[in-house]
């Protein structure tokens, strides 16, 4: 028998109150992209997540998405661990493609 999941699962997309933010951190209240394995986030208060922006440059650290028929960018260079008070409500999860996308591009980020 499975035992079901509580709280935000890899590849959930979440909206997430970011502020308040200091310099150059992405603000405001927006959807986020949750990266943090299933382990820690079954045993943790906070969640590891990368927000989600229809703005901004196309570097190669983002990795373009779809999400509720806008285009936009994950921003792997915001990664962020925040407290699960921060989560407002989960509004969908990513394609598989682009989570494996997200993932190759962390693992080389931390691999050099």
Known sequence: ?????TGPTRGDVYLIELDPTRGSEIRKTRPCLVISP?????????????PMTTGGQAYPWRVRC???????FVTIDQLRAVDSERLIRRV????????????AILQEMFSR
Request: charged share 15%.
């Open 1 to 5: 028998m499975a035992v079901a999941q």
């Open 38 to 50: 299933d382990e820690l986030n079954q045993h943790l208060r906070t969640v590891i997540v990368a």
């Open 66 to 72: 779809r999400f509720h028929d806008q285009s936009g």
């Open 92 to 103: 969908g999860q990513i394609a598989p493609s682009t989570l494996s996308a997200v993932l």
